[in-house]
C-alpha cells in the first residue's frame, strides 16, 4: 500500500536509501551518494505534502517524492508536451524489494494523483548508469527525451515522460 510519508518514516527512508548507495556503488553507478539525498530532502518533501511509501506488513519498503516540478534543470529540457506535470524523484527501494512492482507502482500512483488533479503527464529523470531505473521507465511506459550532462558527473543523465 502506498501513502503519504511521516516525519516518523524518515530514520526507515533513509537506511532504505543508504542500501540503495551501496547497491548502486556495486553496480558502478554514481547516481546517489553522500551528499545527494538527505534527510532533509525528504522532511521537505513531506512539509510539502510530496512523500509517499510503499508500504507492506513487514513495513516501509520504498519512498519516492511525486512533486508539481522537476529539478532545476527541467526548464532546459525539449519535454514533448508544454503543460502541467507532475514528477517523481527520489525514488528509493530495499534492495531485498528490487524487481518487485514497488517502483511501478509509485508510477502508478503519481498517474492517480495527477489525474485528480486534471494532469496528464508524468516527467522523471535518472543518471544513464542506473540500468534498473531505465528499465522501469520502459516498463511504465515513458519514452525517452533527451539526455545530458549534469554538474558533477561524468555520464549523461536521462530525461523521460509520459502522457496519458
Known amino acids: 500500500m502506498i501513502r503519504e510519508a511521516l516525519y516518523s518514516d524518515i530514520p526507515v527512508i533513509m537506511n532504505?536509501?543508504?542500501?540503495?548507495i551501496e547497491i548502486m556503488q556495486e553496480e558502478g553507478?554514481?547516481?546517489?551518494?553522500?551528499?545527494?539525498?538527505?534527510?532533509?530532502?525528504?522532511?521537505?518533501d513531506i512539509k510539502a505534502n510530496q512523500l509517499y511509501v510503499y508500504e507492506d506488513e513487514e513495513g516501509v519498503k520504498g519512498a519516492a517524492c511525486i512533486s508539481d516540478h522537476g529539478h532545476h534543470e527541467y526548464h532546459e529540457i525539449a519535454w514533448s508536451y508544454d503543460e502541467p506535470y507532475l514528477c517523481i524523484k527520489r525514488l528509493a527501494v530495499d534492495p531485498l524489494e528490487r524487481k518487485s512492482g514497488i517502483g511501478l507502482a509509485f508510477y502508478k500512483k503519481a498517474e492517480e494523483?495527477?489525474?485528480?488533479?486534471g494532469i496528464h503527464t508524468?516527467?522523471?529523470?535518472?543518471?544513464?548508469?542506473?540500468k534498473g531505473a531505465v528499465r522501469l521507465f520502459e516498463?511504465?511506459?515513458?519514452?525517452?527525451?533527451?539526455?545530458?550532462?549534469?554538474?558533477g558527473k561524468e555520464a549523461p543523465?536521462?530525461?523521460?515522460?509520459?502522457?496519458?
Do not use: M
Not at 16 to 20: F, I
Open 16 to 20: 532504505l536509501v543508504k542500501a540503495s
Open 29 to 44: 553507478n554514481d547516481q546517489w551518494g553522500e551528499e545527494y539525498p538527505l534527510a532533509e530532502h525528504y522532511e521537505g
Open 113 to 117: 494523483l495527477a489525474l485528480a488533479q
Open 122 to 130: 508524468i516527467r522523471t529523470d535518472t543518471y544513464s548508469k542506473n
Open 139 to 151: 516498463k511504465a511506459g515513458y519514452h525517452f527525451v533527451e539526455e545530458r550532462i549534469n554538474e
Open 157 to 164: 543523465f536521462y530525461y523521460y515522460e509520459k502522457r496519458f
